[in-house]
């Protein structure tokens, strides 16, 4: 059996597939953020339940935000508990087993049977606790020197925006100040429409307003939509990538995939387009079955 983990900001996901790729079960429990010992505990339970679910040692694989440098340390702004620990290494020691584990495994996913399949180079990002994202080149994924190449969350918001929308720079949990994450993932739109002294608290809340036309909501997704179209706009000209897919809550709201791409194009030089912004075909639950590709292509090298 084949192993797939998820793990994000809010949830980690463990899904089970068979040799051909089929899942066969899957199931989820709450991300501990700050308690490293319940963070490690937790991965060990969701993989020796499916152990014993399906009398199997499955080979793992481990998608999880944030990047490892070269110590093998982990280092992620979402989940404070990881950071500073090898988490590989002690997820494999307690197992006894490999983990093969990479930042964010959506594009992976996307690109093999997804909505990126047919596409030579395929950028998958995910907005939602926090934005980050990978690339595919051939149906793999993109391997850089440190591992950092795709964090377009972490690059920081463009002076010019700054100063037309008139924000505060924000400190992110990577160390950084003014990284776009702060601003375009979920608790950022929710950031956004606060500064605009909104009334609404959620993010459903803003977009339902929006779509009635109330002036902070519009404002809100307004300034949200110029900041997100910057952002892939520097995935575009740093990637050039044949489509984008999108994958996480803000995917789930069709204006923003509908205004996204000429949102990117007045960040992009005049004679040059965005690409396709399409939507995960795997939903949620893509970056789980990117997480068992991961291990079954490990497993086959």
């Known amino acids: 059996m084949i192993y797939g983990l998820d793990v994000g900001g ?22 501990p953020q700050h308690d ?48 500073s620990h090898d988490v590989i290494a002690d997820l494999s020691a307690k197992l006894g087993r490999p983990v093969t584990c990479e930042n964010d495994c959506l594009a992976l996913s996307e690109a093999n049977g997804g909505a990126g399949e047919g596409h030579h180079t395929v950028y998958g990002a995910i907005i939602g606790t926090g934005a980050a994202g990978g690339f595919t080149i051939g149906r793999t994924l993109l391997k850089s020197r440190q591992g950092i190449a795709g964090e377009y969350g972490h690059l920081q918001l463009p002076a010019a925006l700054q100063q037309k929308h008139d924000l505060p720079i924000r400190p992110c949990g990577c160390g950084l100040n003014g990284c776009f994450e ?4 979920g608790p950022g739109l929710l950031y956004l429409h606060s500064h605009f002294d909104g009334p609404f608290r959620n993010v459903p809340a803003i977009v339902g307003a929006w ?24 995935l575009v000209m740093s990637y050039d990538p044949d489509i984008i897919v999108l994958g996480g809550g803000i995917s789930l709201i069709e204006e923003v995939m509908e205004k996204l791409p000429s949102a990117i194009q007045n960040h992009l030089f005049s004679q040059f387009t965005a690409p396709p912004i399409v939507r995960a075909q795997y939903g949620d639950s893509s970056g789980v079955r990117g997480a068992a590709i991961l291990a079954r292509q490990h497993h086959v090298q």
């Open 10 to 31: 809010t949830k980690i996901e463990i899904a089970i597939f068979n040799d051909e790729m089929v899942q066969v079960d899957s199931w989820r429990t709450q991300t």
């Open 36 to 83: 490293y010992t319940a963070f490690l505990d937790t991965l060990v339970n969701l993989i020796e339940e499916a152990d014993k679910r399906f009398n199997s040692k499955g080979i793992i694989g481990l998608g999880m935000p944030g990047l490892i440098d070269a110590s093998g340390k982990s280092f992620c702004a979402n989940i404070p508990a990881a950071n």
């Open 211 to 234: 779509r009635n036309g109330e002036s902070t909501a519009t404002e809100t997704m307004t300034c949200y939509l110029d900041i997100l179209g910057a952002s892939f706009a520097t």
């Open 182 to 185: 702060g601003y375009i993932s």
